[in-house]
């Protein structure tokens, strides 16, 4: 099992910055690709932004790139996210997520429906 714990997260207007992140403890060897999904009221969980841990690789979806950036302190088990630029359709609330990826293709590319462990949801709005 691997429990996934997100401080972070609040308001800002338009065009500021927040950080979030996320610690992994448990069984954190079972996993390899660590991220960020986000789900605003009415919308499917989207990816927003992930990385494979073996290498460091990262993805992006087309709304973030450039703006977030994902990366990790493997000492510490955690994962951050860079939020900049940010705008109000970034509202949502974020979920950290975490799974066994076969590569790291798998891993920037993988679905919410492959996701095997989920933190608690940290809420994000942007004020315009």
């Known amino acids: 099992q691997v429990h996934l714990l997100e401080p972070g997260g609040g308001s800002v207007q338009a065009g500021g910055s927040l950080r979030l992140s996320c610690s992994a403890s448990?069984?954190?060897?079972?996993?390899?690709?660590v991220g960020w999904f986000r789900q605003a009221p009415g919308k499917a969980r989207e990816r927003v932004a992930v990385i494979y841990r073996f290498g460091g690789r990262t993805g992006y979806s087309d709304s973030v790139k450039g703006r977030f950036t994902i990366s990790q302190d493997n000492a510490e088990n955690t994962v951050l996210l860079q939020m900049s630029s940010l705008k109000a359709e970034d509202t949502a609330m974020y979920y950290c997520a975490a799974v066994w990826a076969g590569n790291d293709n798998y891993c920037i590319t993988v679905q919410a429906s492959e996701v095997n462990y989920w933190g608690q949801g940290t809420q994000v709005t942007v004020s315009s």
């Open positions: 448990g069984h954190t060897a079972g996993t390899n690709c």
